[in-house]
């Protein structure tokens, strides 16, 4: 390829990156204090941005079986570019409080009128390479997690979930369960 065929390109290349990363600035600005973001790979360049990313497999259908701690495994995998941590919380703590409160299992909505919850707090710890390996108790939460940066590929880092049940907590009817949605937080330093 000659020199300027090489030149063209590259312009033509930058030209196409810069208007990748303005367009959707243009109808998708977020007011101060909102979320934002988004996530666009360029091959395989990997620039520090102090970024992280965080995704959790899903937990559902878990079975609480009384007078004993209950605990399930997943899996969180972080990505970050420089040093981070990953931190949990209650996600809605007017309504669940740490505490896994009675929902409606075909709304998909907590229960709004005295709803059962579980006597006891969740509680939630990360383990391996990465974890701190000591339960934090919800609702507060607190960090579990920290590392130096991961490169493209990101790290698994463990997490325990556990759940004690009392034998006096009440069974859940039929259409009913009980659910709390946990919020896992990465920060970069």
Known sequence: MTRWKKALLV??????????????????????GEGGGGYLPLGDVWE??????ITSNDISDWVLLPDQDNTRQGILTVTADVAWSVTVSDEDTT???????????????????NPAK???????KATGEYGTDTYVVLPDGDEIALGSATGESGVE???LLKQYVSDTDP???????????????GSVD
């Open 11 to 32: 312009a033509a290349l930058g030209f196409a990156l810069f208007v990748s990363l303005t367009a959707p600035a243009l109808g998708g600005e977020a007011a101060v």
């Open 48 to 53: 520090t941005s102090d970024t992280i990313t």
């Open 95 to 113: 309504m669940t409080n740490g505490k896994m409160t009675e929902y409606d299992t075909s709304t998909g909505q907590y229960i709004q009128s």
């Open 118 to 124: 579980l006597g006891s707090v969740m509680e939630v």
């Open 157 to 159: 880092v463990p997490f």
């Open 171 to 185: 069974v859940s009817h039929v259409g009913r369960g009980y659910k709390i949605v946990i919020t896992f937080t």
